[in-house]
C-alpha cells in the first residue's frame, strides 16, 4: 500500500472509529481523496507532501472539468478533513488546507409538497401493491416517513423493537449514531400496527421454516437484510405516478423537506424542528423559513386582487377632492 493509500485509510478508519461517520460519507471521503491523491500523483506530488498551492490548484483543475460548486466545496470539505486529521494526530507539522475558503454550496431552496400532494401520495400507498402485505408496508412507510421527517437511511433501516408497543414515539439513531426521540401521529401508529401485524405472522411462518427472525420493521432477504434505499427510491416513484404527482417532484428527501415545511406553516417553532429532523445546527434548519417565504410571496402573488392589476398612471388626473 503506497504511503497516500495509507494515509487515507488511517484517515477513514479515524472517522468511523472516533467520529461515528456513515458508511456513505466514509465512501464519498475516499472517492473524493483519491480522486485529489491521484491528481497530485500526475504532477508529481502526494498527499504527504502537498502544499496549499496545491490544494488551490487542483480546486482550479476540478472547476475547470466543469465540476459543480456542490462537487468542488464537497472535495475540499474531504481534504480540509484529512488535513486537520494530519495536523492532530502530528502526521504534518502543518495544515495547508486551513486558509483556504471554498466555492461554498449554492443556496438553493429545498423542493417540497404541498399538503394535497402529501394527501394523494398516502393514499397512493393505500391502494398500490400486488397485495394486502405490500399495500400495508407502503402506508406504514409513507406514513412514518412524513410523520417523523426521518431520512431514508433511518427509516428503512428502523429496528422492529423500536416499535413494538403502539409506542407514541420512536427512538432514531441518525448520523453519528446521535439518537432523537419523534412523536407518532394517529395515522402513522395505525399504519404501523396494521404493519406489525401482517410482518410478525410473516416472520412466524419463516421461523417455523428454520429461518432466522429479522431486527428490521422492514426485513428484505437481500445483503443489507432490510429495504434498500434504492428500491424505496424507485417506489416512491411508482406511488407518485399513482397519486397523480409529478415524480419529478417526489424524493423520500421530499417528504422529510415536506414534514417541515407542514410543520413551520403550522405554527412550530424552528428549534422544536430542529430537533426532530436531528440537525446539529438550526442554521440548517432556518432554510426552511425560506421555503416558507417564497411559498407565501407566491400566493400573494397568484392570488391577491392587486397583485396582476395595471400599475396606477402617476401622470393623471388628480381627484376632484383636491380641487
Not at 488546507?97 to 400507498?125: M, N, W, Y
Request: overall charge positive; glycine content about 8%.
Amino acid at each position: 500500500m503506497s504511503r497516500d493509500a495509507q494515509l487515507i485509510a488511517t484517515f477513514l478508519e479515524a472517522q468511523a472509529a472516533e467520529v461515528g461517520a456513515a458508511e456513505n460519507t466514509l465512501m464519498a471521503y475516499a472517492r473524493d481523496l483519491r480522486d485529489f491523491a491521484d491528481w497530485l500523483a500526475e504532477t508529481g506530488g502526494t498527499l504527504a507532501g502537498a502544499t496549499q498551492d496545491h490544494i488551490e490548484a487542483y480546486l482550479i483543475a476540478c472547476d475547470a472539468q466543469g465540476l459543480s460548486r456542490a462537487t468542488r466545496a464537497r472535495r475540499l470539505s474531504a481534504i480540509k478533513q484529512l488535513y486537520r486529521f494530519a495536523y492532530d494526530e502530528r502526521m504534518r507539522d502543518e495544515n495547508p488546507a486551513i486558509r483556504i475558503k471554498g466555492p461554498g454550496r449554492s443556496k438553493r431552496l429545498p423542493k417540497t409538497l404541498s399538503e394535497d400532494e402529501v394527501d394523494r401520495l398516502l393514499q397512493a400507498a393505500r391502494e398500490t401493491g400486488r397485495n394486502a402485505q405490500d399495500r400495508a408496508r407502503n402506508t406504514c412507510l409513507m406514513e412514518l416517513l412524513y410523520a417523523t421527517g426521518m431520512r431514508v437511511s433511518e427509516l428503512v433501516a428502523l429496528p422492529v423493537s423500536a416499535t413494538r408497543g403502539d409506542p407514541r414515539l420512536l427512538l432514531i439513531r441518525g448520523k453519528g449514531g446521535k439518537e432523537r426521540m419523534v412523536p407518532l401521529s394517529p395515522p402513522a401508529r395505525a399504519a404501523l400496527t396494521a404493519w406489525l401485524a401482517i410482518r410478525d405472522a410473516a416472520e412466524e411462518t419463516a421461523r417455523a421454516q428454520g429461518k432466522p427472525a429479522s431486527p428490521y420493521l422492514f426485513a428484505s432477504g437481500g445483503k443489507a437484510g432490510h429495504l434498500t434505499r434504492h428500491r424505496f427510491y424507485t417506489l416512491i416513484k411508482e406511488l407518485a405516478v399513482a397519486a397523480g404527482v409529478s415524480p419529478a417532484k417526489v424524493t423520500p428527501h421530499t417528504l422529510r423537506h415536506a414534514f417541515a415545511t407542514h410543520l413551520l406553516a403550522n405554527g412550530a417553532d424552528l428549534r422544536s424542528i430542529q430537533t426532530l429532523l436531528g440537525h446539529a445546527d438550526v442554521a440548517t434548519t432556518e432554510i426552511y423559513t425560506h421555503v416558507l417565504d417564497e411559498r407565501l410571496r407566491s400566493l400573494v402573488f397568484e392570488h391577491h386582487p392587486l397583485a396582476n392589476a395595471a400599475p396606477r398612471n402617476s401622470g393623471g388626473s388628480t381627484s376632484s377632492d383636491g380641487q
